[in-house]
């Protein structure tokens, strides 16, 4: 009997709700898995004791990513990690979207600003700047050329407390055709969804989304699988990978391109497509041995 730990975190404020982690819990174990939900950063958690340590809804962990990934390798040298912790520090760090680019997968433009150095924000079109490690459109915002100094401060703000930023342009293609997310699981498509703009005008950036609004289920174009399966083919240690979902919008052209890469603790969203809790009992028995 396998022993399966899902890996979340502690309520808080600004932690969401995981709505799938109970459901698969309870599926794991009528699958005859011995199931838990633990909290990463529990000192009392034996992560040898488990065949498996599946990371679900670690929620916080963009504003620890130091201290995450730093239990990520801890984690891994004692027990199966999915993802594993190679997967986790490159993804953690949203300039892996330059890597992908590189790699010529098509991407939305990206620029990055650490601390200390100065972003170029552009004048002639709408833009967004949220941080390199950010989850859940937390410290994002959409600004226009004219909201130049609103954008300055919150760059001096992310920049005080150590984080990375990036500056994009605002793709308007979200406003229209939305945001679509297709979730892997074991090596396979697993679901897709579309939700509709998170970032609208005049929003703070330290104001709190609805990080999923309108979510309704999507079913792929075969440009949106492949270049899907474009970027997971590019990423590092690939061959390491239970799950992944990838973000995708259409640029400029109409066509597909990567918005985000979520490899370390995606929403499976199983509560909108609950025949996937099936597929993903079997793939993490699969992974537990």
Known sequence: MPRIALVTCRPGPQV?????????????????????????????????????????????????????????????????????????????????LGDLAAAGVPTVPTRYAAPGESAVLPDGHEYVIKPASGAGARFAARYTPGEHATAVRQLERMHAEGLTAMVQPYVRGVDTAGERALQFFGGRLLHASRKGAVLTPGTPYDERKVAHPGLEPWTPAPAERAVAERALAAVPHAAGLLYARVDLVDGEDGRPQVMELELVEPNLFLFLHPGSVPLVVEAVLAAAG
């Open 16 to 96: 969401s709700t995981d709505r799938d982690l109970p459901v698969l819990v309870r599926a794991l174990e009528e699958a005859g898995a011995r199931a838990s939900a633990e909290v990463w950063d529990d000192p009392e958690v034996d992560w040898a004791g488990f065949d498996l340590a599946l990371i679900r809804s670690t929620w916080d962990y963009s504003w620890r990513a130091a201290e995450f990934t730093a239990w990520a390798e801890r984690c891994g040298k004692v027990t199966r990690l999915a993802n594993p912790a190679e997967v986790v520090r490159w993804n953690t760090d949203k300039r892996y």
